[in-house]
């Protein structure tokens, strides 16, 4: 989560007071935009501090615990969808289940999956009080787990037994007040290690990543392919580097749209090529 500013989160805020009330357990709110999200209809998930107790309660009803691996602390449960929400309730009642949430994607896309966590992240006004934050929780049934480092009245809450609605529904709820600047709940969405770059020299590139080796200390490169992981970035994001020159022929920036605005400020032009035969990088 970063912080917004508040032309941001007042236009956030009027979107989220024009959602109608259908939208608002549809609507995930993530990075100052609104994605649309659909009901997974085969299954759910429960989070529970006893696997051997959840696999009891689950062994009598039309249900399975799901073969693949959940991320975080989430156990996935397989249902038939005409019994998906009744069954949800009564693994919900139960006092070995600590959470149960149902399982989302993204609108028209049955591949994503997005698993709902207990917790919301919500970043208060600057003028808010201690006291103040207390007394949204209550009425939220939100218990404060702990601050955000780094954002200013800024923290993650817990949902409690008291919790009003589901955490995507409580979130639309709250970035509809003044004194809320962001709120959204906390995800987990599944990864796969699939990406490397297809380039002969990439293993001379150790700053990118490695596995050790002659001369190399441990965790010293930027840990590139758990970010790649997550995204290998999009061309609408537009990077700028300054250096006293840069190769335009390097086969790394070739492709349209690699290149946005190159310029030479010593020469005055836009080629900022290298001067010297030994100046290549």
Known sequence: MTSHTPSESESNRQSAANMPESSVGRVLQRGGEEL???????????????????????????AEVGSKRTPGQLTEIVVEPAQRDQVMQQVRASDQVDYASHVYQIKDDP???IYMTDQVTIQFAPQVSTEAIAQIAAEFGLQQVKPVVGIANTFVFQTTPNATENPVKITNRLIQRPDVIVAEPNIVVPT???????????????HLNHSGGSNLAANSHIFAEKAWDITRGVRSVVVAIMDDSIDLNH????????????????????LPL????????
């Open 36 to 62: 649309l999200l659909e009901k997974v209809s085969d299954r759910f998930t429960v989070q529970a501090s006893d696997q051997a107790a959840l696999s009891q309660l689950i062994q009598p009803l039309p």
């Open 111 to 113: 591949s994503s999956r």
């Open 192 to 206: 796969q290690s699939l990406y490397r770059p297809k380039d002969p020299v990439y293993r001379e590139q150790w």
């Open 251 to 270: 086969p790394d920036f070739q492709g349209a749209g690699k290149i946005v605005a190159p310029r030479d400020f010593k020469d005055n032009d836009f």
């Open 274 to 281: 290298p001067g010297e035969p030994d100046d290549d990088h």
